[in-house]
Nanobody
């Protein structure tokens, strides 16, 4: 089993920045890829970004490309999501996920509890 704990959400004005963290514990050696997803009220969970656990290759949703950066610190078993130039439409609960398939679908094996990000206009 892998446990994931997110932190760093909050309320920010449009144009501001936030950094989310996701700390992994347990059988972290089984992780191939880490991802961030988000879900706004009344909408489906959508892919935001992913990073390979070993090589560090990244992939982003078009909606966040150029504004968000995903990174990892293997020594700390932690993945980050730096979010800049935030927009009101970025408001959602953000979830960290870990799995063995580098996909943009929510087919990850493990999920965190989510952290709320609210961007005011």
């Amino acid at each position: 089993q892998v446990q994931l704990v997110e932190s760093g959400g909050g309320l920010v004005q449009a144009g501001g920045s936030l950094r989310l963290s996701c700390a992994a514990s347990g059988r972290t050696f089984s992780i191939y890829v880490m991802g961030w997803f988000r879900q706004a009220p009344g909408k489906e969970r959508e892919f935001v970004a992913r990073i390979s656990w070993s090589g560090g290759s990244t992939y982003y949703a078009d909606s966040v490309k150029g504004r968000f950066t995903i990174s990892r610190d293997n020594a700390k078993n932690t993945v980050y999501l730096q979010m800049n130039s935030l927009k009101p439409e970025d408001t959602a609960v953000y979830y960290c996920a870990a799995g063995s398939l580098p996909t943009t679908s929510p087919l990850y094996d493990y999920w965190g509890q989510g952290t709320q990000v609210t961007v005011s206009s």
